[in-house]
């Protein structure tokens, strides 16, 4: 049988892997006024491996931190207490469960926060194709609130039972309008300098560190996206610059998104743009962005990364790392029932070729 990197063995920090796929953080949508539903625990279940990877949708921060409806929450005892079996359902499969943490900032629903006005710093302009009101900027004191309630987050995830945290600095998000100069029109300590619009995100990630430990925290960055109109003048320096900070602090791992897929003579193909963070960070590299069997492989290879991280075919796959040993045929996803809200279509439902 032919050799694939992808199934091999990795060391991430204190945490012994049996193969570098990696479950992506994916939005569903199953959840009821914040709080994870008990049969979260199948979903994820059913895509735990001994010594897998598995990243948690992402998780709000607080009350007014959620772009969307359904979403879950980490910032109550009672969301504590839901996602408490279903951490312990995922580690009876031997899998190493992170907790994927956001603040979604101006890309946040407004009628959904219902007359919230806390949310994110002034943008340049309205947010694709979204209809977004023009949001307030943040004040210091909402820094210092938000950076805090990322810390306490963080508390909250493991005392859930989660193995770490990521912090969801990508997808243009309220950490990334801090980052990017296409959006952060700061004149403030937060604004101007690579240095001034990366220090929120560094503080996060600090009060993170100071909290759980370094070895227990991601970041997710995506400075070659360009989403939610968070476009950025020089993406090298961005990269190069938030991978040796986040190197310093030597969390357990960078977690980065390729650009857009391609079409290069008919065929779709991934950029892999990310070789300057990659050179940069000296800790466990994760990228994310389309990739297939074959592509995972030879990047792994290649050296270009540790581990890649696969988000729709996870989700259409269940037993995907199973699959990929046998080279078996990949059940389609669903695109129209990412989102529904049902229980169990496109959600727990797709089938298990190997158990």
């Known amino acids: 049988m032919e050799a694939q990197p992808l199934l091999t063995p990795y060391k991430m920090g204190k945490f012994q892997l049996s193969h570098r796929v990696v479950m992506a953080p994916m939005t569903r949508l ?4 914040n709080v994870p539903q008990p049969n979260a625990a199948l979903y ?6 001994q010594g897998g990877l598995l990243i948690s949708e992402p998780a709000g921060v607080s009350d007014v931190t959620q772009g969307y409806p359904k979403t879950p929450g980490i ?6 207490e839901a996602w408490k079996p279903i951490v ?3 580690h009876a499969k031997g899998s190493i469960f992170f907790c994927q943490m956001w603040h979604c900032g101006r890309a946040s629903d407004w ?11 002034t943008p340049l302009s309205s947010s694709d194709k979204l209809n977004y009101p023009t949001p307030r900027t943040l004040t210091l004191e909402d820094i210092s609130q938000i950076v805090n309630d990322f810390r306490l987050a963080a508390r909250n995830a493991i005392n859930a039972g989660f193995d ?9 998000l309220l950490i990334e309008q801090f980052l990017k100069d296409g959006l952060n029109d700061r004149t403030d300590k937060y604004g101007g300098s690579l240095e001034n619009r990366a220090r929120f995100c560094l503080e996060i990630v600090q009060a993170i560190i100071d909290e759980i430990g370094a070895d227990r925290v991601g970041v997710r960055l995506s400075p070659y996206l360009d989403i939610r109109q968070s476009s950025e003048s020089n993406t090298d320096a961005l990269a190069v610059y938030m991978a040796e900070a986040l190197s310093k602090l030597n969390i357990a791992y960078l977690h980065a998104v390729e650009p857009r897929t391609v079409c290069v003579d008919g065929k779709l193909k991934i950029p892999h743009a990310l070789l300057p963070m990659r050179k940069a960070f000296n800790g466990t590299f994760i990228v994310a962005g389309g990739y297939n069997r074959e592509e995972g492989n030879k990047v792994i290879e290649e050296g270009y990364t540790d581990l890649v991280a696969f988000g729709r075919q996870f989700l259409a796959n269940p037993d995907l790392p199973k699959r990929f040993e046998l080279n078996a045929p990949l059940t389609k996803y669903d695109r129209s029932t990412f989102y529904t809200q049902d229980p169990v279509v496109g959600y727990t439902d797709y089938p298990m070729l190997y158990a």
């Open 88 to 90: 312990d359902a995922v």
């Open 75 to 80: 910032w109550t005892k009672e969301h504590v």
């Open 44 to 49: 994820y279940t059913q895509r735990a491996t």
């Open 111 to 121: 009628w959904f926060l219902e007359g919230y006005k806390l949310n994110v710093q």
């Open 30 to 33: 199953r959840s009821h006024e």
């Open 164 to 172: 770490g945290i990521e912090v969801h600095a990508a997808n243009g």
